[in-house]
């Protein structure tokens, strides 16, 4: 099966709903007029990134008319949103939907939610606790949002859950710019395990990350699509708005995986058995540091008492 997937990599208005939500209809529409057949849109590209205390105010509950409107959008084609969800118990997510034939077919949660730096995410939103893969009217599909893959697990999971392609929604912004280098750190490093985690797993990575400026922090876009040999197959410009279109031809995973059957091989019940070991050692560890400093204390007791 072959798809035409599109990435909107836009300059989303921080904390404005109506406006995003403009955004997200022109680029709807253009995705249509292409010919797509799967759009991604940015990590809460629905919102702005920098949120901090007005997360409530933009969060989305299950009955939320923006959702409505999404869901109705994707009767044109499916996508993926970047938005605020609100949960029953009013927790708030950074959270990734994939919104297809007029439903909500499958949200991640985002799971590692970086506090280091410039990044106040686990200050704000609450972390997602699962990966799941799930399915499509394209095959088996994974969402991470942004900070996940730089944690090897979760693409790990979501390889060995079946999935073909990881559709990752970004707001990475500009870090460790050096005068001799095209691009700054993170491009560079982001654009490594994308070809990395591709190659070795694989599948597909389509990488949509946003541009624009939020508090005199730079995105620095460069969206791309990476195909399972570790080849770039589309690229978007870098630090400005663009639309990327290429066609994926699924049938590669399983000729790349035919050639190189890791996934085959992967022993799982060796990984859980030795997670399970390194779970638990710290906690003997700490047990037979206590018992040795009670030992200390009664020995300490006795000479006293001598």
């Given at each position: 099966m072959s798809i035409r997937i599109a990435i909107?990599?836009?300059?989303?208005?921080?904390?404005?709903?109506?406006?995003n939500m403009r955004l997200y209809k022109e680029n709807i529409r253009r995705a249509t007029k292409e010919?797509?057949?799967?759009?991604?849109?940015?990590?809460?590209?629905?919102?702005?990134?920098?949120?901090?205390?007005?997360?409530?105010?933009?969060?989305?509950?299950?009955?939320?008319?923006e959702r409505k409107t999404l869901k109705e959008l994707s009767r044109e084609l499916p996508?993926?949103?970047?938005?605020?969800?609100?949960?029953?118990?009013?927790r708030f997510f950074n959270a990734a939907v994939y919104f297809e034939k007029g439903e909500i077919r499958h949200t991640h949660r985002k799971v590692y939610l970086p506090t280091y730096g410039m990044f106040d995410e686990q200050r704000y939103f609450a972390a997602g606790d699962r990966i799941r893969v799930f399915?499509?009217?394209?095959?088996?599909?994974a969402l991470l949002v942004c900070e996940d893959l730089w944690h090897p697990s979760t693409i790990y999971l979501a390889a060995l859950d079946g999935a073909l392609a990881v559709l990752c929604p970004s707001?990475?912004?500009?870090?460790?710019?050096?005068?001799?280098?095209?691009?700054?750190?993170?491009?560079?490093?982001w654009?490594?395990?994308?070809?990395?985690?591709?190659?070795?797993?694989?599948?597909?990575?389509?990488?949509?990350?946003?541009?624009g400026f939020e508090d005199g922090v730079g995105f620095w876009g460069g969206s791309e699509i990476v195909d399972p040999f570790g080849q770039?197959?589309?690229?978007?410009?870098?630090?400005?708005?663009?639309?990327?279109?290429?066609?994926?031809?699924?049938?590669?995973?399983?000729?790349?995986?035919?050639?190189?059957p890791l996934l085959r091989d992967e022993?799982?019940?060796?990984?859980?058995?030795?997670?399970?070991?390194?779970?638990?050692?710290?906690?003997?560890?700490?047990v037979q540091k206590l018992k040795g400093s009670k030992v200390q204390r009664f020995k300490a007791s006795k000479k006293r008492k001598r």
């Open positions: 909107a990599q836009i300059n989303p208005k921080l904390g404005d709903l109506d406006a010919a797509a057949d799967l759009l991604l849109f940015p990590e809460l590209s629905l919102t702005g990134y920098y949120l901090r205390d007005t997360v409530p105010n933009v969060a989305l509950t299950l009955n939320a008319a996508f993926v949103a970047g938005l605020v969800e609100e949960s029953a118990d009013h399915d499509s009217k394209f095959g088996r599909l707001a990475s912004p500009l870090r460790g710019i050096v005068d001799a280098q095209a691009q700054d750190d993170n491009a560079r490093y654009e490594m395990i994308n070809r990395t985690y591709a190659e070795t797993y694989s599948l597909f990575m389509v990488y949509g990350n946003r541009c770039r197959i589309a690229k978007a410009k870098y630090y400005e708005e663009d639309f990327l279109v290429a066609d994926i031809a699924l049938e590669s995973v399983r000729r790349k995986r035919t050639m190189s022993d799982i019940d060796l990984t859980i058995n030795e997670l399970m070991r390194i779970r638990e050692r710290p906690a003997a560890h700490f």
